[in-house]
């Protein structure tokens, strides 16, 4: 392994944009379809794999609910957590915010509170036996209506202590914030902290939409504001984070090639950015393999990824204390590193 390649390996960091679904690899995924009795339209692990080609946002998302629906019992839930956590423990992630959705299960008749517990129990775990730190996310899937999110919000109130956010994933386009402002008011009064998925495959206008119409405190992606010099300048100000993902930007073609990514671009005018790995099963990578591929193709240096490292800590919710706790872990990894 070179130098630099075990330096991102062992340096200490946070995830903050990880679709919890997006982490069921194929394997777990016949294991848990098996128990359930439930036939998939794969045959195998490779069959699965094969599968994984996307052209688009949208090519991803048909094939990602689809087998989300092998998840039923609260058990499941764990699982997959569970998996999750256990590869953050091999990346040195020492805290993650992971998104759910809701309404991929719900809709299909699984209740929303197994879904909270399963994920909630897995969550507990990670604390107590590998010491890892996690905050939830609910996201709203933007292709249904602004009602079915409202239902989902009230849903969710119950369990407003396990959830620290909610958030907008799913087809971008043409569902721009706007349509959900009302649900983020509600949101906002429930005091629950606010994101969205903005400016992957939308227009900067669906950026400035979440900042001023959904009050986010972070933008997920974000990677097209480079087109609006005007939000640019507002993003390095307030020092809004953008949660960026290498792979997946390259495996939906939000970018054509690594070489093209503009991640780098963004670090060096001062906005916030942090790596993160999406849907690290259909991806071809966790966390960590987003940084090894930034080294490798855009020459990410120590100085950059401390900074990427630093920014993933302190764009995160946790409180100061804690933030402070976990730079201060990363900063004597600094310094034994050198
Ligand atoms: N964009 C939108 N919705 C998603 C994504 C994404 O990258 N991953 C999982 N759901
Ligand atoms: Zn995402």
């Known amino acids: 392994m070179s130098n630099m390649i075990e330096f991102l390996q062992k340096m200490p960091k946070a995830e903050l944009h990880i679709h919890i679904e997006g982490s069921l690899e194929p394997d777990l995924m016949f294991k848990i379809a098996r128990r359930n009795g439930i036939r998939l339209s794969f045959a195998s692990v490779e069959e699965v794999k094969a599968a994984y080609r996307f052209d688009n946002l949208q090519s991803f998302l048909d094939i990602y609910y689809d087998a989300a629906s092998v998840l039923q019992t609260e058990q499941d839930f764990y699982d997959m957590t569970w998996a999750y956590l256990q590869h953050c423990q091999e990346q040195n992630v020492l805290h993650t ?16 509170e197994f879904i909270i517990n399963g994920i909630g129990r897995a969550m507990n775990d990670g604390k107590q036996t590998l010491g890892i730190s996690s905050l939830l996310i609910m996201c709203f899937l933007r292709h249904l209506s602004a009602e079915s999110a409202l239902n989902t919000l009230n849903q969710a109130i119950p369990f407003k202590e396990f959830i ?22 509600r949101a906002l009064e429930e005091g629950f902290l606010t994101v969205a998925h903005a400016g992957e495959e939308g227009s900067p206008n669906y950026i400035w939409q979440a900042l001023n119409l959904l009050k986010v405190k972070r933008i997920d992606h974000g990677v097209r504001c480079i087109e609006d010099p005007i ?13 960026v993902c290498p792979l997946s930007n390259i495996k939906l073609g939000v970018f054509e090639k690594m070489a093209d990514h503009n991640i780098l671009t963004l670090l060096k005018h001062g906005l916030k950015v942090t790596v993160n790995s999406d849907d690290p099963a259909y991806f071809c990578g966790y966390v960590n393999e987003n940084f090894f591929v930034l080294h490798r193709e855009l020459g990410l240096n120590r100085q950059q990824a401390i900074q990427l490292a630093r920014n993933s800590f302190e764009a995160s919710f946790l409180v100061a204390q804690e933030k402070q706790r976990l730079i201060d872990q990363l900063e004597k990894y600094i310094q034994v590193s050198v």
Do not use: A, C, Y
């Open 97 to 112: 915010e992971l998104f759910f959705d809701p309404q991929t299960h719900t809709n299909r008749g699984i209740e929303f």
């Open 164 to 185: 620290i956010g909610v958030g907008l994933d799913s087809s971008e386009i043409p569902h721009p914030p706007e349509k959900f402002q009302g649900v983020f008011e």
């Open 231 to 243: 939000l640019m300048q507002k993003l390095v100000d307030e020092q809004i984070p953008l949660t």
